[in-house]
């Protein structure tokens, strides 16, 4: 019975230990022809970011806390400027945090609006959202512009993309 027993705690124990081997977060990105500025949600996993975020502060934090806490605010937009890009044929795009919301299911919404920006016929995205990480993360960009959308895939030695609009 002990050896029954001592099979399925290894065995669990392996399951748990290994229940978490990818690493994915989703960009949706739309133009907004009219205030001429992109808005993006982008999703991750949220104890990814938390467990980051732990280990460059050495504090823990909650990102389903509902408190403004200008700190983690920072945080969030420093990261992701950094990780997440996009320019145009003209110009670098900036990028400004609005918000963002977890969910109970472990996912967190960013939202983000640029500033304005003149779109052009071919856009260059960066997204190595928790590359440096996570050997194994992988993201997603979709975006729409004028009823069509684009959507490109991002690995860890294949983290920049050209969209061409057509």
């Known amino acids: 019975m002990k050896t029954v027993i001592g099979i399925l705690f290894i065995t669990l124990h392996s399951f748990a230990s290994s229940a978490h081997e990818y690493f994915f977060s989703f960009a949706e990105m739309e133009y907004n022809d009219v205030t001429r500025k992109f808005e993006i949600t982008i999703t991750a996993t949220t104890h990814d970011l938390e467990k980051l975020y732990e280990k460059r502060t050495n504090?823990?934090?909650?990102?389903?806390?509902?408190?403004?806490?200008?700190?983690?605010?920072?945080?969030?937009?420093?990261?992701?400027?950094?990780?997440?890009?996009l320019r145009t044929e003209k110009a670098n795009c900036i990028l400004h945090l609005i918000g963002y919301e977890s969910s109970l299911n472990g996912i967190t919404n960013f939202y983000f609006e640029s500033e304005p920006i003149e779109i052009?016929?071919?856009?260059?995205?960066?997204?190595?959202?928790?590359?440096?990480?996570?050997?194994?993360?992988?993201?997603?960009?979709?975006?729409?512009?004028?009823?069509?959308?684009?959507?490109?895939?991002?690995l860890q030695n294949d983290h920049i993309k050209t969209i061409t609009l057509n």
């Open 120 to 154: 052009t016929p071919t856009i260059t995205l960066k997204n190595n959202v928790l590359m440096d990480e996570y050997s194994r993360q992988q993201n997603k960009i979709t975006l729409y512009y004028r009823s069509k959308s684009y959507t490109t895939d991002f």
């Open 59 to 85: 504090q823990r934090i909650d990102l389903s806390l509902k408190s403004k806490d200008s700190i983690i605010d920072q945080l969030i937009s420093d990261y992701f400027s950094n990780h997440f890009q």
